[in-house]
């Protein structure tokens, strides 16, 4: 079974452009979960989808972040413009069921994202 | 607000030693905790959660509501036990799945 996967595992821009992070979470699962670790500090949600729509983005950092996930499958995140303070690892999961209780949730490699 | 504290940034023991790495977290409600490892060029991945009470490769892990703490234990250190470890916490129920994470011990194994 493939797990979930993210796309492109390094990339590095400037300051003020744009980066758009994909993220394939396993086939079948409702629920997909965006985290970041940015340099020294903790791995921090980011927002939840449960299908297409969002469940819970209380962690977004600001609206220079967007999230989407048309149609219910793979999901996006981008970061418009991109700011220094934006770099770090992002990381996409996904479970089968909501909630915590009884449910495992799996994590994707990450997207290492350096703005310089 | 919910916090989970892991003290120790590194901790380096040798083969055949005990390890435990500590975890303390604060949250008003009842908590679900959770051990995360992340073993070099590897995915973040689930070790234990403290509901199974279970054993996953020899490591165990107690929640101490009391301290508020949930220390990760293993009576044995084994090389490919070296590794990054996150404590984390996350709301018991139904709902989003929000886990808050520890900034993580990275556990290295001697030898």
């Known amino acids: 079974e493939a797990g979930v996967t993210q796309f492109p595992s390094h990339s590095v821009i400037e300051k003020g452009q744009t980066v758009t992070l994909r993220c394939d979470p396993i086939?079948?699962?409702?629920?997909l979960y965006w985290y970041r670790r940015v340099m020294g500090k903790e791995i921090k949600f980011l927002l939840h989808?449960?299908?297409?729509?969002?469940?819970?983005e209380s962690g977004m950092p600001n609206n220079r972040f967007l999230a989407e996930r048309t149609g219910g499958t793979y999901s996006t995140l981008k970061v418009q413009p991109a700011e220094l303070e934006d770099s770090g690892v992002y990381f996409c999961?996904?479970?089968?069921?909501?909630?915590?209780?009884?449910?495992?949730?799996?994590f994707g490699e990450g997207s290492w994202l350096t703005v310089v | 607000a919910q916090r989970v504290t892991q003290p120790e940034k590194l901790l380096s023991v040798f083969k055949g030693a005990p390890v435990e790495l500590k975890c303390n977290y604060s949250?008003?409600?009842?908590?679900?905790l959770f051990w995360y490892v992340q073993y070099s060029r590897q995915r973040l991945q689930l070790l234990l959660r403290h509901i199974s009470r279970e054993s996953i490769k020899g490591f165990t892990a107690d929640l101490n509501k009391g301290e508020t703490s949930f220390h990760l234990k293993k009576p044995f250190a084994q090389e490919e036990d070296s590794a990054m470890y996150y404590c984390?916490?996350?709301?018991?129920?139904?709902?989003?799945?929000?886990?808050?994470f520890g900034k993580g011990t990275k556990l290295s194994v001697i030898p």
């Open positions: 086939s079948g699962h409702d629920n």
């Open positions: 984390a916490l996350s709301p018991s129920g139904a709902g989003s799945y929000q886990l808050t």
């Open positions: 999961a996904s479970s089968q069921f909501q909630g915590s209780s009884g449910n495992t949730i799996y």
């Open positions: 949250y008003s409600g009842s908590p679900e």
């Open positions: 989808f449960v299908k297409e729509s969002k469940q819970d």
